[in-house]
């Protein structure tokens, strides 16, 4: 894959512009994953919520009643995302870490990446794999959204094929489903997207 160019810095794009006007803002929590959830009847645990930006995602799951780690680069991602959760009585922290050199100390029965896997050089791919599988708990779950290469757009993520993200994790992890998807959100169209299940073996 060619590089992308037009990744931005994370830190100034959250310093500068207010959460809810990012591409990617999407206030509920993201019906690929609330039908999963559902599916394997997931209903509680501690789950870890990568580059979660705005925070949506971490908040809705809290909400549910999971124990949620969420976290991004930015700093100041972080500290939005924590004040639109404002004064919460719900088990959610969020805090800085990069997760190709994360510093978490501890294992999640689910972790979510919405858009975060894609924004990195496929050449991170071992790295991202290697940090998953050490912070997942053994028969933990990994639920995948990125960039579909059906995405025609030639600019931002990197989109992925199905065998692509069976290449990338299938030595530590069983697959359960990938499917075709979007990226629900404001953009329209609606970025073309792969929803991964995978779980670790
Ligand atoms: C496309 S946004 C998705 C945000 C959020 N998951 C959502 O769906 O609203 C990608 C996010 O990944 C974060 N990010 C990029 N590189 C990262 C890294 N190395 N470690 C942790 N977060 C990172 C960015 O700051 C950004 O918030």
Redesign the pocket.
Known sequence: MTERNNIPD?EE??NEDEIET?P???PEL?PDFEEVLQKYNIKSGAAL??????G??AIALAKLGFNVAA????AS?IKKASEKAGKTDLNLSFIQ????NSKLNKQFDVIF????FH??QPEKMPAYVKVINALLKNQGFLFLKCYSHLEYDVIG?YPYRPDEIEFCFSSLFNILSIKDTVFYGPLKPMPKALFCVLKKS
């Open positions: 994370w794009k959250y990012m990617w803002f999407y993201d919520d990568i580059g979660t930006g705005p949506t995602q976290t991004d680069i930015s991602a870490d990069d997760i190709l990446d919405r858009g975060c924004v990195f993520p």
